[in-house]
T-cell receptor, first 112, second 110 residues
Framework: EAQVTQNPRYLITVTGKKLTVTCSQN?????MSWYRQDPGLGLRQIYY???????DKGDVPEGYKVSRKEKRNFPLILESPSPNQTSLYFC???????????FGPGTRLTVL | AQRVTQPEKLLSVFKGAPVELKCNYSYSGSPELFWYVQYSRQRLQLLMR??SRESIKGFTADLNKGETSFHLKKPFAQEEDSAMYYCALSGSGPGQNFVFGPGTRFSVLP
């Protein structure tokens, strides 16, 4: 089954404790993205990747890192999480730049 | 710069009423426009994209380049249409961002 998976689905952590949210897709898609969804603000793109080892900042990249060492994986790294990073995070992938995006199930992160 | 606006944060209609969810965009080139839907506690899923010109779940959307709009319409609302709706735009150049509008929370009242 073609899908985008994320782990963990729920995470509660404390300020400053490094964490990684994994994202994997099995569709051989070139493009992958991370979004955060906040009430009243919709979805905002954090980072995106056009291919292996090619990443670029989205609209709200501060406080986040990403890597794309393999085509299928695109982890999101919070080196020192802060409470303002409490949000619902979605990973997405697509085949080409103008193609349909497929979304993961979301990761609800709470930073205390 | 790419930008998508959805002027209504909240929209409620009665069952059977016509629906129009508004979306306007700004983009200097030829955009790809999408509508995504997010039902309660679920992931976003594609509802439609403008190039397919299909009617999905009774919804249609026409790209109006003159008005830079991509409004979503349905003649008769159903209760199962209640969801969050996002309009999105993708630029056609390499490395172009995929930009979402702020979303409209749409409710169908019985």
């Amino acid at each position: 089954e073609a899908q985008v998976t994320q782990n963990p689905r729920y995470l509660i952590t404390v300020t400053g404790k490094k964490l990684t949210v994994t994202c994997s897709q099995n569709m051989n898609h070139e493009y992958m993205s991370w979004y955060r969804q906040d009430p009243g603000l919709g979805l905002r793109q954090i980072y995106y990747s056009m291919n292996v080892e090619v990443t670029d900042k989205g609209d709200v990249p501060e406080g986040y890192k990403v890597s794309r060492k393999e085509k299928r994986n695109f982890p999101l790294i919070l080196e020192s999480p802060s409470p303002n990073q409490t949000s619902l995070y979605f990973c997405a992938s697509r085949r080409e730049v103008t193609d349909t995006q497929y979304f993961g199930p979301g990761t609800r992160l709470t930073v205390l | 710069a790419q930008r998508v606006t959805q002027p209504e944060k909240l929209l409620s209609v009665f069952k059977g009423a016509p629906v129009e969810l508004k979306c306007n965009y700004s983009y200097s080139g030829s955009p790809e426009l999408f509508w995504y839907v997010q039902y309660s506690r679920q992931r976003l899923q594609l509802l439609m994209r403008h190039i397919s010109r299909e009617s999905i779940k009774g919804f249609t959307a026409d790209l109006n380049k003159g008005e830079t709009s991509f409004h979503l319409k349905k003649p008769f609302a159903q209760e199962e249409d209640s969801a969050m709706y996002y309009c999105a735009l993708s630029g056609s150049g390499p490395g172009q961002n995929f930009v979402f509008g702020p979303g409209t929370r749409f409710s169908v009242l019985p």
